[in-house]
């Protein structure tokens, strides 16, 4: 195993949620902070049809639809944050929501995730236990109609 094939590999990765600019709030790109996001992903519906005179398998062919995972953001609640508090389930995000991936020093790789099109379905801050002594909370679901990899 040589030396190239090792860097192909992101260890100690980090990553930047950019939104961007709200032209009809006037409000410019800005960087928010999360620790997670999962559902990063897409799914292909597929249909199986068999076919008289070839028994052996089906012909599996695409579905006219793809479900998309919700994307799933968690950080810990931080006490004053305008920004999304503002972000209630039903409203629609439109295609602003980037998340850029950096090295594990931070810089820039040139790859990121564009989300497009979403909406809120879900907020939720963790359960309050005030003998546990952790941090609190909130997580944020979108649901998008994709999610382009560049």
Not at 23 to 44: D, H, R, V, Y
Not at 92 to 103: A, E, H, Y
């Amino acid at each position: 195993m040589g030396v190239d094939s090792v860097t192909k590999y992101m260890p100690g990765y980090r990553f930047r949620v950019m939104t961007g600019e709200d032209q009809i709030a006037g409000l410019p790109a800005q960087e928010i902070c999360f620790q997670k996001i999962s559902g990063i992903e897409a799914t292909l519906e597929t249909e199986e049809i068999f076919e008289g005179g070839k028994n052996d398998s089906p012909h599996i062919l695409c579905a006219p639809h793809k479900r998309n995972q919700p994307l799933v953001l968690e950080r810990g609640m931080v006490s004053a944050d305008s920004w999304l508090h503002q972000l209630k389930p039903g409203m629609r995000l439109g295609t602003w929501l980037k998340v850029i991936l950096l090295d594990g020093k931070g810089e820039m790789t040139g790859r990121q995730f564009e989300i497009m099109d979403g909406i809120v379905t879900k907020w939720e801050v963790s359960g309050l236990n005030a003998m546990d002594g952790s941090v609190l909370l909130e997580k944020l679901e979108i649901m998008h109609e994709g999610i382009t990899y560049h």
